[in-house]
């Protein structure tokens, strides 16, 4: 499979867990963004990678919200302390380095926080 | 910053008849414009994207997209819905690094 995998697909966790998301992108793209989307929304950014290198946080990423790529492969999402307010679809897009030609996006990892 | 609009909520269409879905956008400098979809519980798929070039863009599916720099508009387009279309569609623009997208549009295909 030559796609964005994200696991899990489904995190059920209660208030005030920690939970953490894994995204393997194309494995030629270099680039790697974080999106978040809530029922009746189109995704919102969050943060985007080049390589191990985390060049933009949006201000939706609290300081509960940290995310990683180290050695420029896959990436994680960790959220600490979850609220409610975290239930979303999560999705992870990747882009190769040259050009543009839009994203390739994963299935997306669906939060529940109860 | 770079953003689009989706004014409807929801397009109803019966089988067989044309579908636009419309979107309007602001961009500094030269719109970059995709359109994707998605099917419930799962990612968004690539339709079709406007860089440069032809203002009529063929994509995926027999989906077409007109872009109208005049009207800052690149609305979707399908001559004959199929009731497999009902998903929900996004308009993106990008800009600043990032793809910036609507709020999306649930098309419904009535058999």
């Known amino acids: 499979d030559t796609g964005v995998s994200q696991d899990p697909r489904h995190k059920i966790t209660k208030r005030g867990q920690n939970v953490t998301f894994r995204c393997d992108p194309i494995s030629e793209h270099n680039r790697l963004y974080w999106y978040r989307q809530t029922l009746g929304q189109g995704p919102e950014f969050l943060t985007y990678f080049q390589n191990e290198a985390q060049l933009e946080k949006s201000r939706l990423l609290s300081d509960r919200f940290s995310a990683e790529r180290p050695k420029g492969s896959f990436s994680t999402l960790e959220i600490q302390r979850t609220e409610q307010g975290d239930s979303a679809m999560y999705l992870c897009?990747?882009?190769?380095?040259?050009?543009?030609?839009?994203?390739?996006f994963g299935s997306g990892t669906r939060l529940t926080v109860v | 910053a770079q953003s689009v609009a989706q004014p409807e909520d929801q397009v109803n269409v019966a089988e067989g008849n044309p579908l636009t879905v419309k979107c309007t956008y602001s961009?500094?400098?030269?719109?970059?414009l995709f359109w994707y979809v998605q099917y419930p519980n799962r990612g968004l798929q690539f339709l079709l994207k406007?860089?440069?070039?032809?203002?009529l863009v063929k994509g995926s599916y027999g989906f077409e997209a007109e872009f109208n720099k005049s009207q800052t508009s690149f609305h979707l387009k399908k001559p004959s819905a199929l009731v497999s279309d009902s998903a929900l569609y996004f308009c993106a623009v990008y800009g600043n690094n990032r793809l910036a997208f609507g709020k999306g549009n649930q098309v419904v295909v009535i058999p």
């Open positions: 897009a990747s882009s190769p380095p040259t050009g543009f030609y839009g994203y390739t």
């Open positions: 406007y860089i440069t070039g032809d203002n």
């Open positions: 961009v500094s400098g030269n719109p970059y």
